[in-house]
Every structure is written in structure tokens, then in C-alpha cells.
């Protein structure tokens, strides 16, 4: 695992790095999209190197992690809107490009297994774009969830619905009891893992990430067992770190 400590601007450049390197040596790449605050510089980046330097999205596909479960359709806080917003609208990724988990079909069990089968038609995934909670979550496996885990129904624990109240007018309430989540074993199956950590309310998951035992308590640390995994992180984030 490499970990890189560095301002949060730089780590930004650096994973628009990862993602450039493989979208310009692959243009059918494949790539995984994180939501959240931690990714929001990067698309940034990537927004810019498409406008400037011809950076092109037309034959990339890409999946994001997870998803609520019954948000309606427009509600801006659906992850889906929520990329289309921040990333997907502001490149030229084809119409159905991006996909991610419906949180609102009517069989969502059959909705999992549906995306991981597109996750594996389209060949799986060549850069994964991570976060990480307070908890140790990455997607939406709280801890306690199994190493081997693919996409699933999740109950959110009370921690990641308080933290992502400021999302919903920092109502708690407002903020639903359920996720469709890729599974750990899903997001290790990507071919190289950027996760971002920024300030200090990260430092304790990302000492347990990178110094701590694999352990579905903290289940970020599955990480140390991949093969290509990058920890981005900033002073604040690694202040936990020995
Ligand atoms: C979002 C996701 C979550 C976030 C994590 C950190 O798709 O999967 O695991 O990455 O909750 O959230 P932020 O970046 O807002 O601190």
C-alpha cells in the first residue's frame, strides 16, 4: 500500500494523475466513482483537464459505489444526481455511461446482482475512486461488514447518518435508513484503489487503515491485502499515523 501525504490540492492532481494515465492509454477504461466531500477536488481537476487539455470521456464507463434506497428520482442528494452534478455533466461521458446501483427498484436484491453483472461485462474496474468514514467505512460497509462481501442492502448505522446529515439540511431524520453498496470483495476486484482522507475527524480510520489489522471492524483495512492500492491523505488526515 502507498501512502502519500500532501496537501489537499496536490492529492487532488494526483488522483486525476491515476485516472488520466489509464483513460488515455485505455479509452474504452473503466472506472469507479466515489460521492462524498473527499472526491469533489479531483472531479474538479478532471472537469478542467477536459475543458483545457482535451481530456476525453467519450468511451469511458464508469460505476459509482452505492446508492440510498427510495430517494425519489430527482432528489438532489441520490447519488446518481449527485455525480451527475459533480462529474458526469461537466465531461463527455456517453448517455448510460455511468452507472450505479438503483435504490429504487422494486426487487433490489435482483438490482445487486444485476450491477455486478454489468460491472463485470464492461470488464471490471480499472481505477476505483474511494472515501473513507469516520468509522472505517469505505462505500457504505459499515464496520462488521464481511471481507467478502459484493453489492447488497445495507442498513446505515447511526455514525454515517450523522455525518452525512449535513447533506439532508442537518436533519438526521432526513437522511435514509438504507444503501444499495458495493461489497468489499466487489471494490477489491478493482484494479487499483485511490482513497482520499482529508482532516482530522479522519485520522483514527486512516491510522487503522494503514497501520492496523485487517479487521471487519475497521473495514477500510481489506485495502492492505490489494495488490495496487494508493492511500491519499492530508496532515490533519495522518496525524494518527506512526
Ligand atoms: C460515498 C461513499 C462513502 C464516502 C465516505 C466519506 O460514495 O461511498 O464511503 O466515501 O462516507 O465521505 P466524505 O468524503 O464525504 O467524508
Not at 460505476?63 to 451527475?84: K, M, Q, S, W
Not at 452534478?85 to 455511461?97: H, L, M
Request: negative net charge; contains cysteine; charged residues 25%.
Amino acid at each position: 500500500m502507498e501512502v502519500v501525504i500532501a496537501p489537499a490540492e496536490r492529492l487532488a492532481v494526483l488522483a486525476a494523475d491515476a485516472i488520466e494515465a489509464v483513460v488515455r492509454s485505455r479509452p474504452r477504461a473503466v472506472l469507479g466513482l466515489a460521492t462524498g466531500s473527499s472526491p469533489l477536488k479531483v472531479y474538479d481537476e478532471l472537469a478542467r483537464r477536459h475543458r483545457e487539455d482535451g481530456l476525453s470521456f467519450a468511451r469511458v464507463k464508469a460505476f459509482t459505489l452505492d446508492e440510498y434506497v427510495g430517494l425519489p428520482a430527482e432528489h438532489p442528494e441520490r447519488y446518481r444526481n449527485v455525480i451527475e452534478t459533480e462529474i458526469a455533466s461537466r465531461v463527455d461521458f456517453a448517455e448510460g455511461a455511468v452507472q450505479g446501483p438503483d435504490g429504487n427498484a422494486a426487487d433490489l436484491v435482483a438490482a445487486c446482482a444485476a450491477y455486478e453483472e454489468s460491472i463485470a461485462a464492461a470488464g471490471g474496474v480499472d481505477v476505483q475512486i474511494l472515501g473513507i468514514g469516520t468509522d472505517g467505512h469505505i462505500a457504505f460497509n459499515e464496520p462488521g461488514s464481511s471481507l467478502a462481501s459484493r453489492t447488497r442492502i445495507k442498513t446505515l448505522t447511526a455514525q454515517t447518518r450523522v455525518d452525512n446529515a449535513r447533506f439532508f439540511g442537518d436533519d438526521v431524520d432526513r437522511v435514509p435508513r438504507h444503501c444499495l453498496t458495493q461489497g468489499l470483495a466487489t471494490i477489491m476486484s478493482a484494479r487499483h484503489l485511490v482513497l482520499l482522507a482529508t482532516g482530522r475527524g479522519k485520522a483514527e480510520a486512516v491510522h487503522q487503515l494503514v497501520e492496523g489489522p485487517v479487521s471487519a471492524l475497521w473495514p477500510a483495512t481489506i485495502m492492505q491485502m490489494h495488490p495496487h492500492a494508493t492511500v491519499l491523505v492530508d496532515d490533519a488526515a495522518a496525524s494518527r499515523l506512526q
